[in-house]
């Protein structure tokens, strides 16, 4: 085995690992690694560098290389977008895999005068002290994970993982996404929207046991409208809806009723395995043309005053056709952890956690359906994706990508491939969790969600890890 230790910027190679005082070239004389950053953040690392070379312009030729890769650091840094980065690639005699770092800059002092010390001078050497400001250690080349063939419903579950090894990530801080990738397999309905959520199984426990939807069928109707009941719908999530119609209350005067409440019961036995950040979304529709409901959801625990739940936005409902409706964001559990422990309080006492759904009526007199409520979620990673159209019938995709220096973008485009639109990504720590894990997501056009649409996705990454790669 070899040590690589070298500055990369396109196809320019500079090798900083000659041996000193025998081979020509820059050999790294000293090297302090700073700890990589928990959050990912630039560190700088300080290093001694020694020149040797067969003549003084050859010495002038491996300091203009350097000066070189300074000058295109900082091209870079000012210029992302077209400017080739700097890579610092480094693997230890008997490390198993190269890593690579991206470098944000050079900073460079002469240790020795080659003008001024006679012994340097004759031997046509030089020694530089550098510090290069560089971000986490990662992959040279990107990883691929399982493909998610066509798959209809509503939050659909993506693994990644392919069910474990091989492809399970490693490092030990989230990969960067090289790219999240959606495919349109609709015939009917252009995909407009879309939203995404990581999840692992290191931070959340056991991910067959995590319900990312929430029947509105298997809630409590609101007992004081009678006309609130559930009926069969093969365009429902669960092949159930629930129908408002206004039968014992007065749904137009101007207040909110509870239509429904769900509770986690209702959803699963395995409460911790709920537990997390999420956005809330509403899968609602009206029964005719010419009218609003207003909807919001509520956030509490079951024996709580009404008036104590936490309050979502309120959203309005006016088409005659399934769509999907951003709703708020809201935890599971509502209390904090490391306050009220499981120790004092066990995952039994969120059994109560409870979601109600309060509307009125602002014209019209359409009924109200609702089919279920979904999670996607929040504290792993999420995006959302807008300002696209994946045409139905064709093969159209959608993407986001993070750049090595953390920009994020998405791009739409068809099978040639052709850019179609550089859409509107909203995304915050878009970055794939260590170990097994999943990606939530949903899509759905600007007017309708079909249950029956199918959605395909894949995934590529850098791993990524603070100080040594090692063997994985």
């Known amino acids: 085995m070899a040590i690589t230790f070298e500055l990369r910027c396109g196809a320019t190679t500079l090798d900083l ?37 067969a003549s003084d312009d050859a010495l002038a030729t491996y300091v203009q290389a350097l000066d070189q890769m300074r000058l295109y650091a900082m091209r870079y840094r000012s210029d992302p977008t077209w400017e080739d980065p700097v890579w610092i690639h480094a693997k230890m005699n008997e490390e198993s895999n190269e890593r690579r770092a991206l470098v944000r800059a050079i900073e460079m002092d002469w240790e020795s005068n080659p003008h001024a010390e006679s012994g340097l001078a004759r031997r046509h050497m030089a020694n530089f ?4 400001e560089r971000g ?10 399982a493909t998610l063939g066509s798959t209809a419903g509503t939050i659909i579950e993506y693994d990644y993982t392919g069910g474990g090894t091989p492809y399970d990530p490693a490092g030990d801080i989230p990969a960067r996404v090289a790219y999240a990738r959606l495919r349109n397999y609709s015939a009917t309905t252009a995909l407009t929207r879309a939203w995404m959520g990581f999840r692992s199984a290191a931070k959340h426990g056991t991910l067959a046991n995590f319900e990312p939807v929430w029947e509105c069928e298997d809630g409590d109707n609101n007992v004081a409208e009678s006309g609130i009941t559930d009926q069969v719908d093969a365009t429902a999530s669960g092949g159930d809806r629930v129908q408002v119609v206004e039968t014992d209350l007065d749904w137009d005067a101007g207040d909110y009723y509870e239509v429904l409440s769900i509770s986690l019961t209702d959803v699963s036995a395995n409460e911790v395995d709920q537990f997390g950040d999420f956005l809330w979304l509403l899968r609602a529709m009206l029964s005719a043309a010419d009218s609003t409901w207003e909807v919001q959801l509520r956030w509490g625990y079951y024996y709580m005053d009404d008036a104590q739940f936490v309050r979502g936005r309120i959203v309005e409902v006016s088409a005659t056709s399934w769509n999907i409706h951003e709703m708020g964001r809201a935890p599971i559990p509502l209390r904090n952890l490391h306050v009220f422990g499981l120790d004092v309080l066990d995952d039994d006492a969120e059994v109560t956690y409870t979601v109600q759904i309060w509307a009125r009526r602002t014209s019209g007199a359409a009924n109200l359906y609702l089919d279920m409520v979904g999670l996607i979620p929040l504290d792993e990673g999420w995006a959302k994706l807008s300002g696209f159209n994946l045409d139905a019938a064709t093969i159209e995709y959608v ?3 993070e750049g090595a220096d953390g920009q994020m973008q998405a791009l739409a485009f068809n099978s040639t491939p052709d850019i179609d639109a550089v859409a509107v990504a909203a995304a915050v720590d878009f970055r794939v969790p260590i170990g097994d894990g999943r990606l939530f997501l949903i899509g759905a056009g600007s007017a309708s969600h079909l249950i029956a649409d199918g959605i395909g996705a894949d995934l590529t990454y850098y791993e990524r890890w603070l100080n040594l790669r090692g063997a994985e």
């Not at 081979?23 to 040797?52: C, H, K, N, W």
């Not at 002290?129 to 290069?132: A, C, G, P, Q, V």
């Not at 986490?136 to 994970?145: F, Y």
């Open 17 to 53: 690992a000659e041996t000193p005082d025998t081979d020509a070239g820059i050999s790294t004389l000293e090297y302090a690694p700073a700890v990589g950053d928990l959050e990912a953040r630039p560190v700088t690392d300080a290093m001694r560098l020694q020149v040797d070379a």
């Open 129 to 132: 002290e550098l510090r290069l």
């Open 136 to 145: 986490p250690w990662e992959r040279a080349t990107a990883r691929s994970g």
């Open 399 to 401: 993407a986001i990508a």
